[in-house]
């Protein structure tokens, strides 16, 4: 089975500055997609960024980069220029591809509770 | 167009009643998923279905628990006699198509409280 592992309960970082966050995962797959999903206090959860696993090109959104090592498997998360609002549960995520009994449920971290702090 | 709508955002029963959550799917959105997360804990699947059809459930606890999604209105997910352990935040997400890389979009979820 699957897991997903945020080794991270707790993290701050300030205004403007760059944080890290990590996540590593098990799985016998070699194709595969991983996500990272934000969760502000209103709990709504928000798409961050997603990587397909076939890619060896890191995934890039704005201020969120992504460094997939998938030897390794960890998927940390970037956040430059860290911002007031960027303050959030952020969640790693897992999902196999279609077929084989995967039917696309995702498979979460216990998630990091990021402060950033002005 | 309306994103994926839950409700109530809060629901609050006595052990022993019955609570249902509601999610109404994005339009065009055939798919839907629902995840519980208990305090200080990511998401965790329960439930996957399509239209008047369960896909997979393998997440959902054998007894107590039902979800259905019918060919007109929400997918509604049902819990008999609460207890306290199923004080929770439930999410609901959909998709247009399973799998791949199509995002899933969630719901602001439905925090219950049994009291």
């Known amino acids: 089975a699957q897991t997903v592992t945020q080794s991270q309960p707790e993290m701050s970082v300030q205004e403007a500055e760059t944080v890290t966050l990590s996540c590593t995962y098990d799985t016998s797959e070699n194709n595969y997609y991983l996500f990272w999903y934000k969760q502000p206090p209103s709990r709504q959860m928000i798409l961050v960024i997603r990587?397909?696993?076939?890619?060896?090109q890191n995934a890039t959104e704005n201020r969120f980069s992504v460094n997939f090592q998938k030897a390794a498997k960890s998927f940390s998360l970037k956040i430059s220029d860290s911002q007031l609002g960027d303050t959030a549960m952020y969640f790693c995520a897992f999902m196999k591809p279609l077929g084989g009994g995967s039917q696309g449920n995702l498979i979460f971290g216990k998630g990091t509770k990021l402060s950033v702090k002005p | 167009n309306a994103g994926v709508m839950q409700n109530p955002r809060h629901l609050v029963r006595r052990r022993g009643q019955e609570a249902r959550l509601r999610c109404s799917p994005m339009k065009g959105h055939s798919h839907v998923y629902w995840y519980r997360q208990l305090p200080e804990e990511g998401l965790k699947f329960m439930v996957y279905l399509q239209k008047e059809n369960i896909i997979d459930e393998s997440g959902m606890p054998k007894e107590r628990f039902s979800a259905e999604f019918p060919k007109e209105g929400p997918s509604i997910l049902r819990i008999q006699q609460v207890v306290r352990g199923d004080s929770a935040a439930y999410f609901c997400?959909?998709?247009?198509?399973?799998?791949?890389?199509?995002?899933?979009?969630f719901g602001q979820g439905t925090r219950l409280t049994v009291v």
């Open positions: 997400a959909s998709s247009p198509r399973w799998g791949g890389t199509t995002e899933a979009f």
């Open positions: 990587q397909e696993a076939y890619k060896q």
